[in-house]
């Protein structure tokens, strides 16, 4: 079974312009969480997608939005870049039921604004 | 608000040693505890979790305690191995709810 994938995995943008990602979950996975990971703060939670809706959200600002597809496909958007979205982001996946917190991680998407 | 807590940003022991990671939590209503390990460029790999219901979860080498009153739960890794070496995170949820992550304890296993 292939695993979680993350696309693409290194972007350099500089300030005031805007990216998406991508991630591909597990097959059969519906569940789809993104983070933020920066050196001494661990992974901050983003959203939480199940089903094509948001169903859990971090305290991240508006800048930061998701969207998750018929085929469990997510992609993630931040607008108007800042230095400080400088991080790695991760993407989950995971049944989204019982199962949920046991989350199968991609390899991340590595984000440098200048 | 850090309500996962991992105090310890680094630990350093030898083969065959046991390695004890910490992390302390301030929410009463988590009810599950995850610990995940990281290698650099590769993500999060899931490693063992525990139920609130449970004080102490065991696979192989790895094995979890939870002591509720304390809102402490520990890793315990024996014996280490080099290969163990990574960056440890511990992660709380709420029964649906979002998993909170600690900052991460980079251990290093010392041949």
């Known amino acids: 079974k292939a695993g979680v994938t993350q696309t693409p995995r290194y972007l350099i943008k500089t300030r005031g312009q805007q990216v998406t990602l991508s991630c591909s979950p597990i097959s059969g996975h519906r569940s789809v969480s993104w983070y933020q990971q920066t050196p001494g703060q661990g992974l901050q939670f983003l959203f939480e997608?199940?089903?094509?809706?948001?169903?859990n959200k971090g305290n991240f600002p508006g800048r930061f939005s998701g969207r998750q597809f018929s085929n469990s496909r997510s992609e993630m958007n931040v607008s108007t870049l800042e230095l400080g979205d400088s991080a790695l982001y991760l993407c989950?996946?995971?049944?989204?039921?019982?199962?949920?917190?046991?989350?199968?991680f991609g390899p991340g998407t590595r984000l440098t604004v200048l | 608000d850090q309500q996962v807590k991992q105090n310890s940003p680094s630990l350093s022991v030898q083969e065959g040693r046991i390695s004890i990671l910490n992390c302390d939590y301030t929410n009463s209503m988590f009810d599950y505890f995850l610990w995940y390990k990281k290698y650099p460029a590769e993500g999060p790999t899931f490693l063992i979790s525990i139920s609130s219901i449970k004080d102490k979860n065991e696979d192989g080498r790895f094995t979890v305690f939870l002591n509720k009153s304390a809102k402490h739960l520990s890793l315990h890794i024996v014996p280490s191995q080099p290969g163990d070496s990574a960056v440890y995170f511990c992660?709380?949820?709420?029964?649906?709810?979002?998993?909170?992550f600690g900052q991460g304890t980079e251990l290093s296993v010392k041949p």
């Open positions: 992660a709380a949820s709420r029964q649906g709810g979002k998993l909170i």
């Open positions: 997608y199940f089903s094509e809706t948001q169903r």
């Open positions: 989950a996946s995971s049944t989204g039921g019982a199962s949920y917190n046991e989350q199968f």
